[in-house]
């Protein structure tokens, strides 16, 4: 009987894998990565996240190089993936060991979380975007997080470069507000 996570992902037989496939992931694997990090806040997560990704991407692999845009139907798996991690996180809170009862190695140390505490803010600032404008903070995200071009965003979104550029000044100055930033006055830099 195979476990149940090898039920739920079986492998990828490397026989099966084509060239343009390869060369496709990749190209994007790193962005991905970026991607999904940016949303989990953890590198094993994330990494776990693209491989699951990069298996259904390969089952549908056919799909997607027929489809108009490839890398966007890419991405829409992506967050696909990054939704059902979200999903099973919450499904075994209610399983989860109280943080008083962790064994030493497994409680994080001071420096651990000290690392984070910069990110909290602009975490929950980009949760209260997506919730409010999500096409926003998924451009926001993928323009600077993920480091790519105004003209990259728009083909991942399915979007123009120049609605791209727009949705980013909007959402920068949303973050600013959420985040009770100071505004910048004409010409201050």
């Known amino acids: 009987m195979t476990e149940p996570s090898e039920q739920e992902h079986p492998l990828i037989d490397p026989a099966e894998l084509t060239a343009d496939f390869e060369t496709f992931f990749r190209d994007h694997k790193n962005e991905f990565l970026k991607s999904a990090d940016s949303r989990v806040r953890n590198v094993h997560d994330a990494e776990e996240i693209v491989l699951t990704a990069g298996a259904r991407i390969h089952r549908k692999w056919e799909l997607i190089k027929a489809h108009a845009n490839p890398i966007a139907y890419a991405h829409q798996i992506l967050n696909w993936e990054i939704a059902t991690f979200f999903r099973k996180q919450a499904r075994i809170t209610d399983r989860e060991t109280p943080y008083g009862e962790l064994s ?3 409680v ?13 803010e602009l975490d929950r600032a980009l949760e209260r975007l997506e919730e409010r404008a999500p096409v926003r903070a998924a451009c926001v995200r993928l323009r600077f997080l993920c480091g790519l071009t105004n003209r990259e965003v728009g083909e991942r979104l399915e979007i123009s470069a120049d609605c791209v550029k727009v949705h980013v000044c909007r959402g920068l100055k949303d973050l600013q507000s959420l985040m009770d930033l100071p505004t910048r006055g ?3 830099s």
């Open 104 to 106: 030493f190695a497994d």
């Open 108 to 120: 994080p140390a001071a420096d651990d979380l000290l690392a984070l505490k910069d990110y909290e």
């Open 186 to 188: 004409k010409g201050d």
